[in-house]
């Protein structure tokens, strides 16, 4: 049954980069590059619609969201042309501040939710890709969001996500992220 099924994959294999122009069975299939830049920088247009049955369901991953694409798009142009594509430092930056949960200190996905480990990590690694570090928004609220990743850790060192006590391990991977990204390890 392996075999049958490799073969079948190899088979599958050639007919896709044979399809493609100029492909020998041994060649990448073509790559289009401008399809990938302009589907991410039309995405957030798309979702935002009052219509989109996929901005509906993935309202409350926004902030992951928007870090996934920026660095997907980092990967495609010069990081001088994410900011031109995207308006990372003026729209997208404003945004992740106004996910900002004054109650618990950390950032939800998305304007007026709780805040998350997760969400807290991706608004941290979005305001590090944007130079925003030292935005005074951020330091004005440093402590806060300290105070927010060390209250998630559990008595056996572990971390909850959010205030009501789910644990992954992910979750403290997200705690040390945001306090190296905050220069905060020894907290």
């Keep these: 049954l392996l075999l049958q099924i490799t073969n079948i994959i190899n088979i599958n294999h050639f007919e896709m980069t044979t ?8 060649s990448s299939p073509e790559f289009y590059h401008s399809l990938h830049v302009n589907y991410i920088k039309n995405l957030a247009s798309k979702i935002d619609s009052p219509s989109s049955y996929e901005g509906a369901v993935t309202e409350h991953l926004r902030m ?12 495609l142009v010069p990081s001088s ?20 949960d004054e109650e618990s200190g950390g950032f939800g996905g998305n304007r007026n939710q709780d805040g ?19 935005d005074a928004r951020l330091v004005d609220r ?5 105070g927010f990743v060390s209250s998630l ?15 992954d391990t992910r979750f403290t991977y997200c705690a040390l992220s945001s306090l190296s ?7």
């Design 81 to 100: 042309q994410v900011d031109e594509l995207m308006d990372l430092q003026n729209s997208i930056v404003d945004f992740v501040f106004s996910c900002y």
């Design 153 to 167: 850790q559990q008595p056996d060192g572990s971390f909850a996500g959010d205030a009501w006590g789910e644990v």
């Design 116 to 134: 998350h480990i997760l969400y807290t990590l991706s608004a941290l690694q979005i305001l590090a890709l944007a130079g925003s570090l030292e």
């Design 142 to 146: 440093r402590l806060e969001i300290l």
């Design 64 to 75: 992951s969201g928007i870090y996934w694409s920026l660095t997907a798009l980092s990967l």
């Design 181 to 187: 990204l905050l220069g905060a390890l020894h907290v």
């Design 19 to 26: 399809t493609s122009t100029n492909a020998t069975p041994s």
